[in-house]
């Protein structure tokens, strides 16, 4: 029993993984349909699972949507890998700082005197 709890929390976190996936990257129309569809397949097997009584049928849907689970991390991680990456990822802190507006080095503006 407590293995289908886990899969069945483990489809809540697939489904919050997901929607942070599409924000980061908007996949291709037929790869974002296909997610979707398989997330959409995966709840009905984890409310199939809920509600199921008889072992034998119990063990074919945790089969199944462990199964489920395993494809949809793998794709949610293909989905990642083709996300760009933040602008604050591409930062070089080794870089030499911008300068200001105005300033050549070793040149003052105008308006200033030493």
């Not at 945790?62 to 083709?82: F, V």
């Not at 760009?84 to 200001?100: I, M, T, V």
Request: glycine share 6%; hydrophobic share 35%.
């Amino acid at each position: 029993m407590s293995k289908a709890r886990d899969l069945c929390a483990k489809v809540q976190e697939l489904n919050r993984d997901l929607m942070l996936a599409f924000r980061e990257c908007l996949p291709s129309k037929q790869f974002q349909s296909e997610l979707m569809l398989g997330q959409i397949g995966l709840n009905v097997l984890a409310k199939k699972l809920s509600q199921c009584r008889e072992l034998s049928e119990r063990r074919r849907l945790t089969d199944g949507l462990s199964r489920g689970i395993q494809i949809m991390e793998n794709g949610i991680q293909a989905l990642r890998k083709e996300a760009p990456k933040p602008a604050y990822q591409n930062h070089n802190p080794s870089a030499k700082p911008l300068q200001q507006p105005g300033w050549v080095e070793g040149v003052l503006p105008l308006n200033q005197t030493k």
